[in-house]
């Protein structure tokens, strides 16, 4: 069992910006050294590296920049956003079976003033995009659009619901000052009156087009005892691919709508002492609004078909029954593949949030839904 | 391209492939995106071009599966055959696509596009553009309203040519 015996103990990240000057490479070198000085550790004493598949700063690039000794362990998950936990999970796995001793994991991305991903039409990948780009569907917005409606059709949810969950990210982004909303509040007529994206998903259902990079340290919960910052440990862990699953475009099996959060959720409950009761604030995966429904259904926070209605009476806000996404999210504090969300996790259990759930001791992290995911459940 | 002949399981015989079609149009009509197949998916789009809406399916257990794949996800045998439908369904879900998008796609913007669950099999769901009608196969993507459009609604496929020797399936809306 993974529980508790590691921890991250340092966390790093550079601006957020639409568009930051320097190169991927560089914000990743920026990123990972803060970690690591956050952390009160050598960069020569990192001997693990784990990112996504999707990174486009290798280990060797990575690794000699920083200085980093001989590196013992390595590893990439896929699937995009669904993919920043597993970086945790598997630098956790590598230090608790004695593969490494000191994991760096790191997310380095300009997607705000870089090209957008489905504007390519040299690179179609042919199973499944021959299913759906063909007819218009180009876009990660309009695949999850189409589950969205459905959804809303199904359980009666509406963009109200989909509302609150965009006003409590931005509210939390407006008490951030590294946010990029940090100082353009959200309003309910804003949010009607906004341009569609994709019907039934605006242009406030979005996530931001964020330059940015972020990293974390991970070590032994002995080790961590002697750093610098108070250890949040890693309490559990884990990864989803569920049955007939199909990446974004999950039309094609018996059940759409219960994605990969069923499938990470049962294994994180299940080698964990905790349940969704005991969460004091979740970092949710947010790429699109209607992923918080759907993973507050996943996780276990409600029954199927309520996620919507969870998020009625400012459930999501801060002092409601679950504070989410405290530093903005992907949604208003920058959409940097959910790595984001990983550091503010840690900074809530520090207690040095901008928006600070009182006592703290549990934060669930989550990574991109409706793509093969991840979870991290972090106390301290 | 023509088709010549279709075995009893498996690919139809044929000429040309669809996916040489593919490469031959540069994978593009018009700015639009044509259908990449692979190798499993090119029966799927042979048949489109035929006028037919065929699904793969197990040839042992008789499993229907889609997207197509190499092997039976229940009785994992390697033997398939293309069962054909009735074309006919119903609309899933669908959405309606507005700019930022390529090019030629934003001229046509706003557009819906749907996911529509076939009658024959409610769990094998296919995603396509609309047509006011199947006496047009060629309309503009944005020739239905809207306000037409709903969860459950009818649909029947019919089919367009987008390039030599490539057609796609589309939805025109019927009266239920």
Redesign the interface.
């Given at each position: 069992m993974l529980k508790d015996r590691t921890a991250i103990v340092g966390i790093g990240q550079t601006r957020f910006a639409k568009t930051l000057d320097e190169p991927e490479k560089t914000l990743a070198c920026r990123a990972v050294l803060a970690a690591l000085d956050d952390a009160g550790i050598d960069p020569a004493e990192v001997d693990a590296l784990a990112s996504y598949t999707m990174e486009e700063t290798d280990e060797v690039e990575l690794a000699k920049s920083i200085g980093a000794g001989d590196i013992t362990f390595f590893s990439r998950t896929g699937f995009g956003g669904g993919g920043s936990c597993a970086t945790v999970a598997h630098l956790a796995m590598a230090v608790a079976t004695g593969q490494a001793s000191v994991g760096v994991a790191w997310r380095s991305r300009k997607r705000g003033s870089g090209v957008?991903p489905w504007?390519n039409?040299?690179v179609?990948l042919?199973?499944?995009?021959?299913?759906?780009?063909?007819?218009?569907?180009?876009?990660p917005a309009?695949e999850i659009?189409?589950?969205a409606?459905?959804y809303m059709?199904e359980y009666g949810a509406t963009r109200d619901h989909l509302f609150n969950v965009a006003l409590a990210c931005r509210n939390r982004a407006n008490q951030n000052p590294a946010a990029v909303m940090y100082d353009r509040p959200l309003t309910r007529e804003m949010y009607m009156d906004a341009?569609?994206?994709?019907?039934?998903?605006c242009l406030y259902d979005n996530c931001l087009e964020t330059d940015g990079a972020l990293a974390c340290v991970v070590v032994s919960a002995e080790r961590a005892r002697d750093c610098r910052q108070r250890a949040v440990y890693i309490h559990s862990a884990a990864q989803g691919l569920p049955a007939?699953h199909?990446g974004m475009?999950n039309?094609?099996?018996?059940d759409p709508l219960t994605g990969p959060a069923w499938t990470a959720a049962r294994h994180l409950w299940k080698t964990a002492d905790l349940g969704p009761q005991d969460v004091d604030t979740a970092q949710i995966y947010d790429a699109f609004t209607p992923l918080i429904p759907l993973s507050l259904e996943g996780y276990g926070f409600c029954g199927r078909g309520e996620g919507a209605a969870y998020t009625e009476g400012g459930a999501l806000e801060l002092g409601g029954r679950l504070p989410i996404n405290t530093a903005g999210g992907g949604l208003s504090e920058g959409y940097v593949h959910g790595f984001n969300l990983i550091n503010e996790g840690v900074r809530q259990l520090r207690g040095s949030s901008t928006s600070q759930v009182p006592d703290a001791a549990t934060c669930l992290v989550t990574a991109g839904e409706g793509v093969p995911t991840s979870a991290l459940l972090l106390r301290n | 391209m023509s088709v010549t002949g279709t075995p009893a399981t498996g690919v139809p015989v044929t000429g040309t492939s669809v996916t040489e079609a593919v490469h031959a149009a540069g994978g593009m009509a018009g700015g639009l995106l044509l259908p990449w197949p692979d190798t499993d998916g090119e029966p799927f789009w042979q048949y489109a071009l035929r006028g037919e809406l065929r699904v793969q399916a197990c040839a042992d257990c008789g499993l229907r599966r889609f997207p197509p794949r190499p092997a039976c996800p229940r009785c994992h045998s390697f033997a398939d055959e293309w069962r054909p439908t009735s074309g006919r369904g119903r609309i899933w879900s669908f959405v309606v696509a507005h700019p930022p998008l390529l090019p030629a796609y934003a001229e046509q913007a706003p557009y819906p596009v749907a996911v529509v669950e076939l009658d024959d099999d409610p769990t094998i769901r296919l995603v396509g553009t609309l047509t006011p009608s199947v006496r047009r196969p060629d309309a503009p993507w944005n020739a239905v309203p809207v306000s037409r459009l709903r969860i459950g609604a009818p649909v029947q496929a019919v089919y367009q040519i987008l390039a030599p020797g490539v057609a796609v399936p589309r939805w025109a809306l019927t009266t239920p």
């Amino acid at each position: 069992m993974l529980k508790d015996r590691t921890a991250i103990v340092g966390i790093g990240q550079t601006r957020f910006a639409k568009t930051l000057d320097e190169p991927e490479k560089t914000l990743a070198c920026r990123a990972v050294l803060a970690a690591l000085d956050d952390a009160g550790i050598d960069p020569a004493e990192v001997d693990a590296l784990a990112s996504y598949t999707m990174e486009e700063t290798d280990e060797v690039e990575l690794a000699k920049s920083i200085g980093a000794g001989d590196i013992t362990f390595f590893s990439r998950t896929g699937f995009g956003g669904g993919g920043s936990c597993a970086t945790v999970a598997h630098l956790a796995m590598a230090v608790a079976t004695g593969q490494a001793s000191v994991g760096v994991a790191w997310r380095s991305r300009k997607r705000g003033s870089g090209v957008r991903p489905w504007t390519n039409t040299s690179v179609q990948l042919p199973t499944p995009a021959q299913w759906t780009r063909p007819f218009g569907l180009l876009r990660p917005a309009d695949e999850i659009a189409m589950l969205a409606r459905r959804y809303m059709h199904e359980y009666g949810a509406t963009r109200d619901h989909l509302f609150n969950v965009a006003l409590a990210c931005r509210n939390r982004a407006n008490q951030n000052p590294a946010a990029v909303m940090y100082d353009r509040p959200l309003t309910r007529e804003m949010y009607m009156d906004a341009r569609w994206i994709s019907e039934p998903l605006c242009l406030y259902d979005n996530c931001l087009e964020t330059d940015g990079a972020l990293a974390c340290v991970v070590v032994s919960a002995e080790r961590a005892r002697d750093c610098r910052q108070r250890a949040v440990y890693i309490h559990s862990a884990a990864q989803g691919l569920p049955a007939q699953h199909h990446g974004m475009v999950n039309y094609w099996n018996d059940d759409p709508l219960t994605g990969p959060a069923w499938t990470a959720a049962r294994h994180l409950w299940k080698t964990a002492d905790l349940g969704p009761q005991d969460v004091d604030t979740a970092q949710i995966y947010d790429a699109f609004t209607p992923l918080i429904p759907l993973s507050l259904e996943g996780y276990g926070f409600c029954g199927r078909g309520e996620g919507a209605a969870y998020t009625e009476g400012g459930a999501l806000e801060l002092g409601g029954r679950l504070p989410i996404n405290t530093a903005g999210g992907g949604l208003s504090e920058g959409y940097v593949h959910g790595f984001n969300l990983i550091n503010e996790g840690v900074r809530q259990l520090r207690g040095s949030s901008t928006s600070q759930v009182p006592d703290a001791a549990t934060c669930l992290v989550t990574a991109g839904e409706g793509v093969p995911t991840s979870a991290l459940l972090l106390r301290n | 391209m023509s088709v010549t002949g279709t075995p009893a399981t498996g690919v139809p015989v044929t000429g040309t492939s669809v996916t040489e079609a593919v490469h031959a149009a540069g994978g593009m009509a018009g700015g639009l995106l044509l259908p990449w197949p692979d190798t499993d998916g090119e029966p799927f789009w042979q048949y489109a071009l035929r006028g037919e809406l065929r699904v793969q399916a197990c040839a042992d257990c008789g499993l229907r599966r889609f997207p197509p794949r190499p092997a039976c996800p229940r009785c994992h045998s390697f033997a398939d055959e293309w069962r054909p439908t009735s074309g006919r369904g119903r609309i899933w879900s669908f959405v309606v696509a507005h700019p930022p998008l390529l090019p030629a796609y934003a001229e046509q913007a706003p557009y819906p596009v749907a996911v529509v669950e076939l009658d024959d099999d409610p769990t094998i769901r296919l995603v396509g553009t609309l047509t006011p009608s199947v006496r047009r196969p060629d309309a503009p993507w944005n020739a239905v309203p809207v306000s037409r459009l709903r969860i459950g609604a009818p649909v029947q496929a019919v089919y367009q040519i987008l390039a030599p020797g490539v057609a796609v399936p589309r939805w025109a809306l019927t009266t239920p």
